[in-house]
């Protein structure tokens, strides 16, 4: 009986412990989805096909890019993504990886001289849901936690589908999860194409 006993108070520490390091990250955090408005911003970056377990690799070649070929310092990675992960497999899921440039005169320079492509997304409605941003592991709680809230949000309102977009803006420390509302679907295939 002390053996069982002993066990039962080790297994609760660990649960304990794990729900206390994940509580760091988000796990308890309230998601709630709701229309924003979103001002334009310069987008830095790459296509990427396939799995999208792979964007922080390209978020980081991005940003790697930038501050050291053109001295361009950012705080905000991005990845907006096309496909339904659960429709489209893994080789085949499109995506536009990259860094948000917040001075346009960088912006535009770089669109002149630079292997990386540019674009501004434009102003738009979203619909938005946030998530704290603490490392790592947040991502991953934030897929779990804020994309049935996010789905459930557009599905109910009967919004048309387009690409979603992640920002992960490190200053805030904060996730951002965004469907555009009235950007038209040509625009994301000719970001796509590019």
Known sequence: MKILYGILIFLVAIFAALAIYLGQYGLFATVKAGEVEKPAYWLAYKVHKGDYRLSGQVMDEVYNSLLNDHQIETTK????????????STDQLRSVVGCIIENEQQALQLSLNSDLSV?????SKVVQATFPYRGEPSIALGIFKVYPVLMTE??????????????????NEVIEYSMSLDIDTGWFEQLIAQ
């Open 154 to 171: 557009i599905y109910e309102k009967k919004y048309d589908m387009k690409p979603i977009m992640e920002i992960y803006d490190q200053p």
């Open 119 to 123: 674009a501004q997304f434009p102003a």
């Open 77 to 88: 990675g991005f990845g907006l993504y096309f496909d339904n992960p659960q429709e489209v």
